[in-house]
Nanobody, 115 residues
Framework: QVQLVESGGGLVQAGGSSRLSCAAS????????IDWYRQASGKQREWVAG???????NYEHSVEGRFTVSRDNAKNTVYLQMNSLKPEDTAVYYC?????????WGQGTQVTVSS
């Protein structure tokens, strides 16, 4: 099994930055990819960005150039650096781990961007 714990987030002014962390534990060698998703109030969860075990990153169009996903293998942690934040980035952010048998989710962390 894989356990994921997100941290970071909080209240940020528009144009500001925030960094989210996703700490993984358990059978981490089974993880093929870590994704970041977000879910705004009243909306469906949407994929934001991801990083593969090989280090390849990809981004949803609306965040490309503003968000950066990275990882620290020594800490088993994936980060989402969010710059130039907009009010429409307000959401609960989740990390997810893709493994051969199951997809694991963290508990989520709230990011609120004030205008």
């Amino acid at each position: 099994q894989v356990q994921l714990v997100e941290s970071g987030g909080g209240l940020v002014q528009a144009g500001g930055s925030s960094r989210l962390s996703c700490a993984a534990s358990g059978t981490i060698l089974s993880i093929n990819k870590i994704d970041w998703y977000r879910q705004a109030s009243g909306k469906q969860r949407e994929w934001v960005a991801g990083i593969t075990s090989g280090g390849t990153t990809n981004y949803e169009h609306s965040v490309e150039g503003r968000f950066t996903v990275s990882r620290d293998n020594a800490k088993n942690t994936v980060y989402l650096q969010m710059n130039s934040l907009k009010p429409e980035d307000t959401a609960v952010y989740y990390c997810g781990a893709d493994t051969p048998l199951y997809y694991y989710w963290g508990q989520g962390t709230q990011v609120t961007v004030s205008s």
